[in-house]
């Protein structure tokens, strides 16, 4: 009768917020840094806290690769 957490149910619960973050966050930001001139793959920073806002600021302001000066 302690207060002991089940665990197992909560895996199947985080699959909804996972996929809703896919969706409104991560799908944008690839086609973004796709359209920009780089790696699709850079969106994989977005799943690290901190360098995530990082990765924010230094593609706003770098040059992108797709737009000739």
């Not at 199947?12 to 996929?19: N, S």
């Not at 790696?39 to 706003?60: G, Q």
Request: proline residues 6%; without cysteine.
């Amino acid at each position: 009768m302690g207060m002991e957490m089940d665990n197992y149910g909560m895996g199947f619960g985080m699959i909804f917020p996972f996929l809703g973050y896919l969706v409104l966050i991560v799908l944008p930001a690839a086609m973004i840094i796709g359209k920009a001139g780089y790696s699709r793959w850079w969106v994989i920073l977005t799943f690290i806290p901190l360098v995530n806002l990082i990765m924010l600021w230094v593609f706003a302001f770098a040059r992108w690769p797709a737009i000739q000066r």
